[in-house]
């Protein structure tokens, strides 16, 4: 490897302990969406220890920006953004691995900051730190507040089972759907009641009818919030919270118009009044840069690291993420990376192996991959170039 890419490789090396007792502080103290307060302040701490300008509680209350750049460097310069994620799953803890993913996010920019400030690199690092992955959108509204306007290009990795540098991201939207009855005493009165569970139930089941018209590549999944309080009280309330989940944006509001139907029918047979929101937070699907993720599988290969080849597996639609918002306004590369495991994320299982010393070593392996692709386009200008044209042009 060339002398900058060395240099990233042993910061990030001589990180390892650090890293490693970050990314178990995290996994021990798991926390929603726009709550990560812990994980803010273990995050910002570190960087700011390592010399980055931090700008903590940036643009939303558990964000951050760190940046850093050598002497000289131009205004226009090119700035590189890396993104850590770092919050957990309601019940599950971090069966997600964004504890794997905050630290992916800090040794790859410990070795991108090395690299800038100990050879003739050029350029700016910018880490921003995104909470609210996990259904709250928070990239979203960190895009909404400018947050991306100066990164030339962006750039994550997700654990996963499988090595695959463009993986393929569905958009999401969800949706809360809240039915109202009239309660009444279910064994005195009964017939002065309207039941508000029946219309959750018969909603649900109307969803589940549907399924054999959807198309191979829609997912609609959700559970009832709300079925009511007591057995022997007629609910006049139900709550249920879908997501549904489709290869674009355009065919997300197809599939939407669809299950309108299916929450008025369920209402309409009740007697009940529904009210449906969809979130206008929808995220779009993954749009991975191919330069750039040329660029990274060059780097990991060089390293050792083995990409899937079976095509199957590169084409499976996996599931969504705020990164795809990312991604439609930067050049963005967001690959998966393999624990060796065949366990499925959102699991207790995958949640106890992301804890383990071998994930952690094959997730710094992969930051050097990321870090060495970095590199690369401050070494040549005519990289970011290249990428932005393949942006530009895609659909």
Known sequence: MTTPKSIACNAIDRANDCLREISLDIWEHPELCFQEHHAHKVLTDFLEQRGFKVERNYKLETAFRATVSNSGTEVDALNIGVLCEYDALPGL??????????????????????????????????????????????????????AFSDIDLAMMAHPSQHNVPKPVYVAMAQVNVTFKGKASHA???????????????????????????????????????????KPNIIPDKSELLYYIRAPCLAELKELQRKLTGCFEGAALATGCSVNYEFDSKCYDSLQSNPVLADLYV???????????????????????????????????IHPKYSLNTTASLHTTEFRDLVKTEASHKITLLHAKALACAAIDVYQDTRLLGKIKESFQSAD
């Open 298 to 332: 060059a780097n990991g290969e060089t390293l050792g690291i083995e990409y899937e080849t079976d095509v199957d597996r590169l084409l499976k639609p996996g599931g969504s993420t705020d990164m795809g918002n990312v991604s439609k306004v930067v050049p963005s």
């Open 93 to 146: 803890g971090h069966a997600c691995g964004h504890n794997l993913i905050a630290i992916m996010g800090l040794s790859t920019s410990l070795g991108i900051q090395e690299a800038l400030l100990k050879s003739n690199l050029q350029g700016k690092l910018t880490v921003i730190g995104c909470p609210a992955e996990e259904g709250g959108g928070g990239k979203i509204d960190l895009i909404n507040a400018g």
């Open 187 to 229: 064994s005195s009165y009964p017939w002065e009641g309207i039941n508000a569970l029946d219309a959750a139930v018969l909603c649900y089941q109307n969803i589940s009818c549907m399924r054999q018209q959807l198309k191979p590549t829609w997912r609609v999944h959700g559970v009832i919030t709300n079925g009511g309080e």
